[in-house]
């Protein structure tokens, strides 16, 4: 069995879009239309959400550009995957600007100012339940960034799609069954539905939501519309901050006020190869993406012709199994010494 020129699929395979800088037209994105494939002629907004797809579509088609769509869709994904995005995270973006320069953004969660190397010695299960695991989230400061830099639309007309998903509700997906299943419905007691907290929105009637029903999070768009009337500072200060604080706290956290005022998001310097003529840009530690590009370096060594399948996707296990086991050797460049000089030797040619 033959394949045909992988090489192009494989930088697909690997590398996450880039964010571009750009005015759209309104003229450029057909109707809005709730189907899963849609076409344009000069902007193209992807997420796992229907819902969230149409926000950033409807941005670009009002006159915003990625960055309006990258904030807008992401505020979105928060309200429709609770149990992997949302305000409490934080992220990367690679941001390509109107002139072709890049940037790379950190807002990735801190650890709070008391966390110590020893905090989960005889305590395993505190990095993953309880306060102690709760870290300085980025995401809302991170993009009010972008925005504030790259984006055109006004905060508060980029934030509007996302309030209105989660206040008048939106599918359970197949993928929230899934969770849903997984964090409780093998164990005696469910959170999830014994929980009032929780089963104000997962089980607002006593039993657990299902396929196809429609899930409201009116107290999540309360939280959207206090950030988007008064901006990050509206929730890294304020009542939202002290809110959160205590409720930490009274979980054995050690995050404070302060710890939530000093966050800052950081711009990181940009990783570049050249692979097989082609300029590649990726995001430098502390996130993974010299791990991308070294696999790439590694695949540049081999014919980029068709080759037997089962030889190509050797090489490439191969490639890939390299590049993870260099990982090891990265870290927050902050705090770890090396690393910059590590990423160096891992991209060299």
């Keep these: 069995m033959k394949s045909e020129h992988w090489t192009p699929h494989l930088v697909r395979l690997l590398l996450a879009t880039s964010l571009h800088h750009a005015a759209t037209t309104a003229r450029a994105i057909p109707e809005a239309v709730f189907q899963p494939d849609a076409r344009g002629s000069h902007g193209a907004v992807a997420s796992e959400a229907i819902e969230c797809s149409a926000i950033g579509r409807d941005l670009l088609a009002r006159g915003g550009n990625a960055a309006d769509a990258l904030v807008g869709t992401t505020f979105c994904v928060g309200v429709v995957g609770m149990y992997h995005s949302g305000i409490g995270g934080g992220g990367f973006a690679l941001i390509r600007d109107a002139d ?187 996130a993974s993406g010299a791990v991308t590009l070294s696999i790439l370096k590694t695949m540049e060594q081999f014919e980029a012709g068709a080759v037997d399948a089962g030889l190509a996707a050797h090489r490439f296990t191969e490639a890939m199994r390299f590049g993870y086991g260099a990982r090891v050797a990265l870290g927050d460049p902050d705090y770890v010494a090396g690393v910059r000089a590590f990423e160096g030797r891992m991209l060299s040619d």
């Design 100 to 286: 072709g320069g890049y940037e790379a953004v950190d807002f990735r969660e801190t650890a709070p100012a008391a966390a110590h190397e020893d905090m989960y010695r005889g305590n395993v299960n505190g990095s993953v339940l309880g306060g102690l695991a709760v870290a300085v989230p980025g995401e809302v400061r991170g993009l009010e960034y972008i925005h504030d830099k790259y984006g055109a639309l006004p905060w508060k007309q980029v934030m509007r799609g996302a309030i209105h998903v989660a206040r008048d509700g939106f599918r359970v997906s197949s993928d929230m069954v899934r969770y849903m299943d997984r964090a409780g419905g093998h164990r005696e007691h469910n959170f999830l539905v014994d929980d009032p907290s929780f089963a104000e929105d997962f089980a607002p009637n006593g039993t657990l939501l299902g396929l196809g029903d429609v899930m409201t999070r009116k107290r999540y768009a309360d939280t959207l519309q206090t950030i988007a009337d008064g901006g990050a500072d509206a929730f890294y200060t304020g009542a939202l901050a002290e809110a959160m604080v205590e409720t930490i706290r009274q979980a054995n956290g050690t995050m404070t006020l302060a710890d939530l005022a000093n966050y800052t998001v950081v711009s990181r310097p940009v990783k570049a190869v050249t692979y097989r003529g082609l300029r590649l840009h990726t995001v430098g530690a502390p």
